[in-house]
């Protein structure tokens, strides 16, 4: 089992940034990659960004390309989410998602993003 845990959500003005972070423990020697997903009020969850955790490898979802960054700390089993020049539409809650060799999926419990107009 791998346990998840988010930090770094809170309220932010458009146009400002966060940073978030998900630490993982537990059986992390087998980790493939780490990520973030979102969900907004009324919406389905969706992708955010991605690293793969050997190669380092980033993908991205449109909606984020350009203003978010993914980035890892392997050492500290760690995956960091830098956000700038958020909107209104950012707002969601952020689950940090890892995945393992074997293709075991694990979650967080979600952090809370707000961005006010």
């Known amino acids: 089992q791998v346990q998840l845990v988010e930090s770094g959500g809170g309220l932010v003005q458009a146009g400002g940034s966060l940073r978030l972070s998900c630490g993982a423990s537990g059986r992390t020697f087998s980790t493939a990659y780490m990520g973030w997903y979102r969900q907004a009020p009324g919406k389905e969850r969706e992708f955010v960004a991605r690293i793969m955790w050997s190669s380092g490898s980033t993908y991205a979802a449109d909606s984020v390309k350009g203003r978010f960054t993914i980035s890892r700390d392997n050492a500290k089993n760690t995956v960091y989410l830098q956000m700038n020049s958020l909107k209104p539409e950012d707002t969601a809650i952020y689950y940090c998602?890892?995945?393992?060799?074997?293709?075991?999926?694990?979650w967080g419990q979600g952090t809370q993003v707000t961005v006010s107009s």
């Open positions: 998602n890892s995945g393992s060799r074997s293709g075991s999926d694990y």
